[in-house]
């Protein structure tokens, strides 16, 4: 069944924009049809189309259940701002791989100090519904590499993905299994400087090593996430 992102007042889901252009002009659904909501909660809404206006529909909530798909672990990803076509994919995989938050931030080496908040929020929610997804993945404003340093202090567990990292060849982290709120730092394509990458080594000792071979940041991500999702049970 269709699914689609809407804002709930009272017992109707309400559809507007890009949603609303896609269920009328792309799907052609109608009056009476049935589709799935979500509304950035905990639940997803089986709903019945009831009205059909210029700019929005109102789907009318015949029954609702929770979603199978959250998290049921804090993950933050703090992502250096990389170019463009690789956000687009850590977008994608940060909300298929269960991430709760992605926190943009710009280093020495990124390229650029500006992001696009409604074209994210768009594309987070293009994941949420492939993935089944009923809780959208929170993505804020685009921050320093020193106020990023600032917010670490709130985690139980600081994973730190360092190329250059020469002890630790593996993945083994303890009591990640028990942590609840994680942070999980990756660079952009031009890495850290050495003094950034000694910031961050000054707050954590799980600095990991992904292997010999340098990855691409989108790469990085959905390697350093899925073995959290494993070793956590996120």
């Known amino acids: 069944m269709r699914r689609f992102f809407g804002e709930k007042i009272n017992n109707d889901i309400v559809i507007k924009d890009e949603e609303f252009i896609h ?3 792309v799907l052609r659904m109608k009056k009476g049809d049935n589709i799935i909501c979500i509304v950035d909660d905990d639940f997803d809404y089986l709903c019945e189309i009831d009205a059909i206006a ?3 529909c109102k789907a009318k909530i015949i ?3 929770k979603n199978l798909s959250l998290p ?3 993950i933050t990803l703090f992502q250096a701002l990389p170019k463009k076509d690789y956000l687009d994919e850590i977008i994608a995989k940060s909300v298929e791989l269960g991430v709760s938050k992605l926190q943009l931030f710009y280093s020495e080496y990124s390229n650029s100090k500006e992001i696009k908040l409604n074209r994210i929020k ?6 949420s519904k492939q993935c089944e997804r009923s809780k959208l993945m929170a993505c804020e404003k685009l921050i320093s590499f020193n106020e990023m340093i600032k917010l670490l202090n709130q985690y139980d567990i600081i994973i730190f993905a360092n190329e250059k990292e020469e002890k630790n060849n593996f993945f083994n982290i303890k009591n ?3 942590a609840k709120n994680i942070a999980v730092i990756v660079g952009n394509e031009g890495g850290f400087s050495d003094k950034e990458r000694e910031n961050i080594l000054t707050l954590t000792q799980n600095s990991i090593s992904l292997g010999s071979r340098i990855l691409r940041c989108p790469t990085a991500v959905v390697s350093i996430l899925s073995l959290i999702n494993l070793f956590s049970g996120n």
């Open 23 to 25: 269920l009328t002009k």
């Open 122 to 127: 768009f594309q987070i929610i293009t994941a």
């Open 176 to 178: 990640l299994e028990k």
């Open 72 to 74: 049921n672990k804090n």
């Open 54 to 56: 210029k700019n929005f």
């Open 63 to 65: 029954s609702y259940k």
